[in-house]
């Protein structure tokens, strides 16, 4: 019903940038919230950052500054700029969203995931 598909991963050095994105496709009435979660090696899947349909942007404390959350209504697309990366921040970058299929019908769905690796 609902795809979403993610793009943007690599490896990248610290201080460096990447952009992911994550297209949201299918039987789609409307997006409550759309973002991103990341999962590093023998760690649980945490929050990085989420952007709901009234526009509120919360963040991880750890990426707060550095990290920015945009979104095109239109193409019912995520982005997350991600700056002065660190090692820190290598993990699987999993996209998220809650969408409404139809009035009264919603659900969450996850993205394949894309690897981000911070390393000189």
């Known amino acids: 019903q609902v795809q979403l598909v993610e793009s943007g991963g690599g490896l990248v050095q610290p201080g460096g940038s990447l952009r992911l994105s994550c297209a949201a496709s299918?039987?789609?009435?409307?997006?409550?919230?759309m973002g991103w979660y990341r999962q590093a090696p023998g760690k649980q899947r945490e929050l990085v950052a989420l952007i709901t349909s009234g526009g509120g942007t919360p963040y991880a404390d750890s990426v707060k500054g550095r990290f920015t959350i945009s979104r095109d209504n239109a193409k019912n697309t995520v982005y997350l700029q991600m700056n002065s990366l660190k090692p820190e921040d290598t993990a699987v970058y999993y996209c998220?969203?809650?969408?409404?299929?139809?009035?009264?019908?919603?659900?969450?769905?996850w993205g394949q995931g894309t690897q981000v690796t911070v390393s000189s």
């Open positions: 299918g039987s789609i009435f409307s997006i409550n919230f």
């Open positions: 998220h969203a809650d969408i409404v299929l139809r009035l009264g019908v919603t659900g969450r769905y």
